[in-house]
C-alpha cells in the first residue's frame, strides 16, 4: 500500500477559507477515485467529497457550494479547497480512496478548527 499525507489545516474564523492537499506516494492513486473525509470527536469518518479520475465529483450536502475537490494526477495530489467555512465544519480531515469499499492505510490527518 502506499501513502497518504494531508496538510493544510490551521485555523480560522467562521468565513475563511483553507486548502487542503493530500499527498500521495505511489501513482496508483492516480487512477483511483479519490475523496476526502471527516472526523468529529467521539464520530466514525464521513466523506465530504470524492472525485474520480476523469474528474467526476461529488459533495456531501453539508458542504455544496463551499467545498471543491480537485486533483492533479502527474503529482499524485488531490486538493480540497473550503471556502466560507462553518464552526461546524471543525473536524480532522483525511484523503482516501473512494466509490471502492475499500481503502488504504489512513494518514494521520489534518486539524480544521474554525471559531471566532
Known amino acids: 500500500q502506499g501513502h497518504l499525507v494531508e496538510s493544510g489545516g490551521g485555523s480560522v474564523q467562521p468565513g475563511g477559507s483553507l486548502r487542503l492537499s493530500c499527498a500521495a506516494s505511489?501513482?496508483?492513486?492516480?487512477?483511483?477515485?479519490m475523496g476526502w473525509y471527516r472526523q468529529f470527536p467521539g464520530s466514525q469518518r464521513d466523506l465530504v467529497a470524492d472525485?474520480?479520475?476523469?474528474?467526476?465529483?461529488n459533495y456531501a450536502d453539508s458542504v455544496k457550494g463551499r467545498f471543491t475537490i480537485s486533483r492533479d494526477s502527474a503529482e499524485n495530489t488531490v486538493y480540497l479547497q473550503m471556502n466560507n467555512l462553518k464552526p461546524e465544519d471543525t473536524a480532522v480531515y483525511y484523503c482516501n480512496i473512494a466509490r471502492t469499499g475499500w481503502y488504504s492505510d489512513w494518514g494521520q490527518g489534518t486539524q480544521v478548527t474554525v471559531s471566532s
Open positions: 505511489k501513482t496508483i492513486f492516480s487512477d483511483l477515485p
Open positions: 472525485i474520480t479520475r476523469d474528474g467526476d465529483t
